[in-house]
């Protein structure tokens, strides 16, 4: 079935730094894909999305790119700061599929120091 | 900006206990889901449900769970005899007019069994 891996946690980074977060997916149809962050003790927000290959999602200073060839969607972000310390999940939505379904990663700990 | 609200925050209840899980999606939104998230694991779908029927459930979402949306604002999850494995945070979520659509999530419930 599909699924999503994320990179292994937790990153932990000083202010300013360069952050990637790596996400692959394997998936029978064409899926959209997602990142969402959840900050502690909050629930899940929409960080950023693409729908189709070499599309680019991008908000808040992050982005990610669909890259069908490898099957990527890595998160990216040239700055961070300490409110950007959350979890970060990568999901994927079936395109052939019409429930809905969202297909989650195992979720990256983000943790930004000053 | 229009949200998903879900209520309770928290719930602590006995194992063997009903309980029942409230949302109130996002209001022209037509298609709902739950998901739900045992301490430090993925993110994993439960059901979606559209037109008054479910449209997707998991293997997770057997005999003990139901959905309902009992009137035009709320949505609602029961677990019929609740086991300690049931512990989780579980989040509701709603999107517009097709399951294709960005699912917007609720803050979610921390649900405890013991």
């Known amino acids: 079935g599909d699924s999503v891996t994320q990179m292994e946690g937790p990153v932990t980074l000083s202010e300013e730094a360069f952050l990637t977060i790596n996400c692959t997916y394997t998936a029978t149809g064409y899926p959209s894909l997602f990142w969402y962050v959840q900050y502690p003790g909050e629930g899940l927000q929409l960080l950023l999305k693409a729908t189709k290959a070499d599309d680019k999602g991008s908000n808040k200073g992050f982005e990610a790119t669909y890259r069908k060839e490898t099957t990527s969607f890595h998160l990216e972000k040239g700055s961070v700061q300490v409110s950007d310390s959350a979890v970060y999940f990568c999901a994927l939505l079936d395109g052939s599929s019409n429930t809905g379904k969202l297909i989650f990663g195992q979720g990256t700990t983000l943790q930004v120091k000053p | 900006e229009p949200e998903v609200t879900q209520t309770p925050s928290h719930q602590v209840t006995q194992m063997g206990q009903e309980v029942i899980l409230r949302c109130v999606p996002i209001?022209?939104?037509?298609?709902f889901y739950w998901y739900r998230q045992i301490l430090g694991q993925k993110v994993e779908f439960l059901v979606s449900?559209?037109?008054?029927?479910?449209?997707?459930k998991s293997e997770i979402f057997d005999d003990q769970f139901s959905v309902e949306r009992p009137d035009g604002s709320n949505f609602t999850l029961k677990i019929r005899s609740t086991k300690l494995e049931d512990s989780a945070m579980y989040f509701c979520?709603?999107?517009?007019?097709?399951?294709?659509?960005?699912?917007?999530f609720g803050p979610g419930t921390r649900l405890l069994v013991l």
């Open positions: 209001s022209n939104h037509l298609y």
């Open positions: 449900f559209y037109n008054n029927e479910i449209s997707e």
């Open positions: 979520a709603s999107s517009e007019a097709s399951s294709q659509e960005t699912q917007y």
